[in-house]
Nanobody
C-alpha cells in the first residue's frame, strides 16, 4: 500500500481542520492506520490510531477529546479531524500503516505517507 496525505493548512487557535490520507494498492482494510506528527528538531510523535475495521481508536492524552480518527475502507482513506486546535498542535502530520499491531503500539508502522503541514496561529 502507498499513502498520500492532504488537507493541511493554516488555522487559528481554537479552530478546526481535517486532514486525510488516501491509500493506493491492495489490502488497505487489513491495516491498522496511525497518525503521527513532527516539529523541527523533535522526534516524531504518535497521535493516535484506528483499527482495520474502524471500530476502535486510540489517542494520546494531549489530543484526546479534540482529535478524531476515522476511516472509509471503501474509499481507502483515513481521516484526522482536529478540533479546538492549539498552537502546540503545529506540526507536519503523517499517516502510517501497520499490520496487526495493538492500537497503543507506536512502533511497527511500515508504510508512511509524505506528511502535510498543519499550522495553528495564536
Amino acid at each position: 500500500v502507498q499513502l498520500q496525505a492532504s488537507g493541511g493548512g493554516l488555522v487559528q487557535a481554537g479552530g478546526s481542520l481535517s486532514v486525510s490520507c488516501a491509500a493506493s494498492g491492495r489490502a488497505f482494510s487489513s491495516y491498522v492506520m496511525g497518525w503521527f506528527r513532527q516539529t523541527p528538531g523533535k522526534e516524531r510523535e504518535f497521535v493516535g490510531s484506528i483499527s482495520w475495521s474502524g471500530g476502535s481508536t486510540y489517542y494520546v492524552d494531549s489530543v484526546k477529546d479534540r482529535f478524531t480518527i476515522s476511516r472509509d475502507n471503501a474509499k481507502k482513506t483515513v481521516y484526522l479531524q482536529m478540533n479546538s486546535l492549539k498552537v502546540e498542535d503545529t506540526a507536519v502530520y503523517y499517516c502510517a500503516a501497520a499490520r496487526a499491531i495493538p492500537l497503543t503500539q507506536t512502533t511497527g508502522y511500515s508504510v508512511w505517507g509524505q506528511g502535510t503541514q498543519v499550522t495553528v496561529s495564536s
